[in-house]
């Protein structure tokens, strides 16, 4: 009983603001959708939750579901362990990480709208590929940008007594920079993965994948079926509000290190 009362005392203003932020996003809804007048452009709440909830029964819609989340965390993983190894690269070599720079650069400023579309011609139409490809995009730079930022922040005396005292580059990597890279990164863990569902699913409706929540929502706006678009839409947001608060966890990791 202590433990749940003290869990709810250190975070009683993110709980408050959060309450607070849905209410807010509800009466919002509830406006538009009195001032609008028309279902076909906002749909009443109470359908649309009953929609959401109905979603839950659908075989298509698990489907889809998982085929978004399989999507997101495979491109994570590969802009992850791609982001590890060019940062690593970058923290020893100053080289190297001067050559990455503009090229991380033209990667971030790729509209996705374009990318999408060439790399779907490229995977000769592969619809349910080039989604995740478009997420390694978006998700490789910004996660690369995160742990420079980290090593940066390393006390450059920290490195500077390494070099002096002839400390290998391996020795150097896995006992200097990661251990006080890996509790920064592992923070942004949840935030990045929300991200890349994000990513995904607007890829997937660009596309049109089948397997996904962005095909269902391609189809459901084709179809006119708006409270259906919304309760897709909601459960995307749901989600990625749940990968977030889950792999955020994974900061409780870090303890020791800190």
């Known amino acids: ?6 869990f709810f005392k250190e975070r009683k203003f993110n709980i408050i603001g959060s309450v607070t932020a849905v209410i807010l996003m509800w009466l919002v809804w509830i406006t538009a959708y009195y001032c609008v007048g028309n279902k076909l452009i906002v ?8 929609r959401f909830f109905k ?9 889809g ?24 690269f970058a923290a020893l070599s100053k080289v190297f990480k001067a050559i990455l720079k503009p090229v991380m650069t033209l990667i971030r400023v790729l509209p996705t709208l374009a990318v999408s579309l060439i ?4 995977t000769l139409g592969n619809r349910s590929v080039s989604p995740a490809i478009v997420t390694v995009l978006v998700l490789f730079p910004a996660i690369y940008a995160q742990l420079t930022a980290a090593t940066e922040g390393i006390d450059r005396g920290l490195t500077e007594m390494a070099q002096v005292y002839n400390i290998s580059r391996r020795n150097r990597l896995f006992k200097i920079y990661l251990p006080l890279v890996l509790p920064n990164t592992l923070s942004q863990t949840g935030a990045n993965i929300s ?7 607007s ?3 660009l596309v049109n994948t089948a397997k996904g929540l962005g095909g269902m ?17 909601l459960a995307a947001v749901v989600a990625g509000l749940l990968l977030d608060i889950a792999f955020s966890q994974l900061k409780w990791l870090t303890y020791k290190w800190n």
């Open 119 to 122: 790399i779907l011609k490229l």
């Open 65 to 88: 579901l998982g085929g978004s989340l399989l999507r997101t965390l495979a491109a994570f993983l590969v802009s992850l362990i791609g982001a590890a190894v060019c940062a690593a």
């Open 43 to 50: 749909p009443s709440f109470t359908e649309t939750l009953a």
């Open 1 to 6: 009983m202590t433990a749940v009362k003290n």
């Open 217 to 233: 929502m391609q189809e459901s706006s084709l179809s006119a079926e708006i409270a259906n678009l919304a309760a897709l839409t």
């Open 203 to 205: 890829a997937e409706v």
């Open 55 to 63: 979603n839950f029964a659908s075989a298509e819609f698990w489907a």
């Open 195 to 201: 991200l890349g569902l994000k990513v995904t699913v």
